[in-house]
DNA sequence: CAGTCGATGTACT
DNA sequence: GTACATCGACTGG
């Protein structure tokens, strides 16, 4: 499996930056370039896996490399990746990526979306145009039809740490990354 | 621009 | 009941 993701959420939100992630859907192909990145992990009230496993966080508790996808405000789906050894209850969402390649299929799925720019800038927003859904819930990341392919790691330079969005709770962590200057980013 | 607010399903108190 | 790792439409300046 990928040694990288077994690290702590912190240091693999890191290393995401800059690699891609790869969605084959009704036949075409959709990359995207991970831009900003958020780490959660159980120590840390604002994360899902804070109250420990129940049938909602089971993928967190489960080997790194997957993806663990829920559902929130009636209508949006996030995406993680999870993080660490088994049963550590670590992961980081994935919060914008750069579109790459298939932009017009990432159209398909975002109608009112003019910009590039806004196609994926946000971690439901990604979701939608990828296709994500619960069904890619425990998915094995290194398998067709969802895979993160990891690139070199991005100089420390070029990474900016700030608070995370939309948390109530633990909000001073600087758990949030994302890439210098990018303009695909959900927020400055 | 910035700020506010409704939508809408599910997990958990 | 209440809160929610959000988004986009709408308001007023």
Redesign the pocket.
């Known amino acids: 499996m990928q040694p990288e993701l077994s690290k702590s959420s912190v240091e693999v939100a890191q290393r995401l930056l800059g690699s891609w992630l790869v969605r084959e859907l009704e036949g075409q192909v959709l990359v995207g370039k991970i831009v900003e990145t ?1 780490a ?1 992990d159980r120590t840390d009230a ?4 804070f ?1 420990g496993k ?4 089971d993928v ?1 508790f489960g080997p790194p490399g997957r993806a ?1 996808v ?7 789906y ?1 995406m ?1 990746v999870v993080t660490g050894k088994q049963g550590q209850g670590s ?1 980081v ?1 994935i919060r914008a990526l750069e579109p790459l390649e298939g932009i017009g299929a990432m159209r398909t799925r ?1 109608q ?2 003019s910009k590039d720019a ?1 196609l994926l ?6 979701c ?1 145009a990828f296709g994500i859904n619960r069904q890619l819930n425990g998915h094995d990341l290194q398998k067709s039809p969802l895979q993160v392919v990891l690139q070199p790691s991005l100089p420390t330079e070029n990474i900016v740490q700030t608070t ?6 633990d909000t001073h962590r600087l758990w949030r990354f994302y890439v210098q200057g990018s303009p695909f980013i ?1 927020r400055p």
């Not at 800038?121 to 990604?126: I, M, T, V, Y």
């Not at 995370?164 to 709770?169: E, N, P």
């Open positions: 958020e959660y604002a994360s899902h896996s109250k129940t049938p909602r966080t967190l663990y829920y559902f929130t405000y009636g209508m949006h996030c993680n992961a969402l975002r009112r979306i806004q800038n946000g971690p439901a927003k990604l939608q995370r969005v939309g948390i109530t709770r959900s």
